[in-house]
């Protein structure tokens, strides 16, 4: 049982715990990357990592948002983010995006494909 518990844990990457004296502190790595990001600051890193935590766990109203932050800001991203999205935003009910999500992603493998 321990080691299961400890298989679970070492798999969490939303904490980081740091010896502080004789004392743990948690942190919660995504609170700190939403408390940076509505302060202004966008990136394709910070937003990925928003978007892959809220995706990982199932929270895909929240995936939708950070991705679609992702997207604002570029295109150039790798199919996974793609499907991810789309599949957030029929989560939300907005299929027509999410369609035309994935017919963007059709083209752009086309044109790779062409490339090669």
Not at 6 to 18: D, H, I, P, R
Not at 26 to 40: C, I, L, P, R, S
Request: aromatic share 14%.
């Amino acid at each position: 049982m321990t080691l299961f518990y400890l298989k679970l844990s070492a798999q969490n990457e939303n904490y980081v715990t740091k010896k502080t004296g004789e004392k743990y502190a948690h942190v919660d790595v995504n609170k700190t990357y939403e408390k940076v990001a509505a302060k202004g600051y966008k990136s394709i890193d910070l937003f990925q990592k928003l978007g892959n935590s809220s995706y990982a766990i199932c929270n895909l109203e929240k995936a939708a948002k950070w991705y679609g932050e992702l997207f604002a800001m570029t295109y150039d991203l790798d199919q996974m983010y793609y499907y991810r999205y789309a599949e957030s935003l029929r989560f939300i009910s907005q299929n027509e995006k999410a369609d035309a999500l994935i017919e963007r992603l059709k083209r752009k493998s086309k044109v790779s494909a062409k490339k090669k």
